[in-house]
């Protein structure tokens, strides 16, 4: 664990109530710690020594008190807090491309569909942001009502994106190239015809994507039950792209859950359908791009298996589900 140290030399800030404080002290959570370091090495270990005090100095400036446990999720922590106008939470991130455009997507939606934006320190990779609650739309255990949600969800954050994000189209030249490597290198994985579809798919849709802001990493632990409107999204990519882009990445999310389908076929479909009218996309569109994540997860998970799964009978089992997924999807 971490912990702040004092600054004796620092303005005292004041309490809700007009007092002053000087020392806070958070921890950081063992697990986020661990899996940091595990993942980005000695960077991670020096970024983390220094959290407790980025996480103290934001505090002051932005005039907040801690007001619970600090949670975390795969790449940041998560400081519940309150301030004058009401509580709202602290999020700081490991820095890293992936999480640059965050808060730019929460600035354009303004709220609409995703938890508001109230502060921003870009060096940082901080954020002070609208609090949700802690259930996710993952609790639910509906496999119908997540995909629903999702997809209406999905249709709200549809909005022109703002110029200065990444465009999902300038990242089809890479898809293919690792599609094709890939292919290659694992050349008994999948059937010609499942790789050359997910191809297709980069030519004919990924290379001419509108200029829609889209989530980018919509799943089901990234919508919160809240009090504002019933969901609201958190943790986006912030990227300009084809909405039915997002209906891959809910797709692989809920891979996990179809496990046990009597029907695979059946229920992989249900979903792709259930996005698609909840959405109001093209079902087709939503299929391809469907298709395209589940090729690529088949890879991933022979290139370096998943956070779950690392080695052993357990990425053999869902190695063999992605590959059979994806050539479902087909």
């Not at 140290?5 to 959570?29: C, F, K």
């Not at 000695?42 to 002051?60: I, K, T």
């Not at 005039?63 to 106008?85: M, T």
């Amino acid at each position: 664990m971490f912990l702040t140290q004092t600054h004796p030399h620092r303005r005292p800030a004041p309490n809700l109530d007009g007092s002053a404080y000087r020392a806070r002290v958070i921890v950081v959570p063992g697990p986020f710690a661990r899996a940091t370091v595990e993942r980005e090495g000695a960077v991670a270990a020096a970024w983390l020594a220094g959290l407790p005090a980025v996480v103290d100095e934001l505090l002051e400036r932005w005039a907040c008190v801690p007001d619970g446990e600090v949670l975390h999720g795969g790449v940041g922590i998560i400081v519940p807090v309150r301030r004058a106008a009401g509580p709202a939470v602290l999020k700081v991130s490991f820095p890293h491309p992936g999480n640059v455009h965050e808060p730019d997507a929460f600035a354009a939606w303004g709220g609409r569909g995703a938890v508001r934006l109230y502060e921003r320190d870009d060096e940082r990779f901080a954020m002070l942001l609208e609090r949700a609650r802690t259930p996710t739309l993952a609790a639910t255990g509906d496999n119908d009502e997540v995909v629903t949600v999702a997809g209406r969800l999905g249709r709200r954050l549809a909005a022109p994106a703002p110029p200065g994000l990444p465009r999902l189209r300038e990242r089809a030249e890479e898809w293919e190239r690792r599609l094709r490597t890939d292919a290659a290198h694992f050349s008994q994985a999948l059937p010609t015809a499942t790789v050359a579809a997910a191809v297709a798919t980069v030519r004919e849709l990924g290379r001419a994507q509108p200029d829609t802001l889209v989530h980018g990493d919509l799943h089901a632990r990234n919508i919160l039950r809240a009090d504002r409107e019933p969901w609201l999204a958190v943790d986006p990519k912030g990227c300009a792209g084809d909405p039915a882009y997002d209906g891959g990445t809910l797709l692989r999310s809920r891979a996990l859950s179809l496990l046990e389908a009597p029907d695979l076929g059946k229920a992989v479909h249900r979903v792709v359908d259930t996005f698609a009218e909840a959405a109001e996309l093209d079902r087709e569109r939503v299929r391809r791009w469907c298709h395209f994540h589940a090729v690529r997860t088949a890879f991933q998970a022979r290139r370096g298996g998943f956070r779950v799964a690392r080695g052993g009978p357990r990425l053999a089992l869902l190695t063999g589900f992605a590959d059979h997924l994806a050539q479902l999807l087909t």
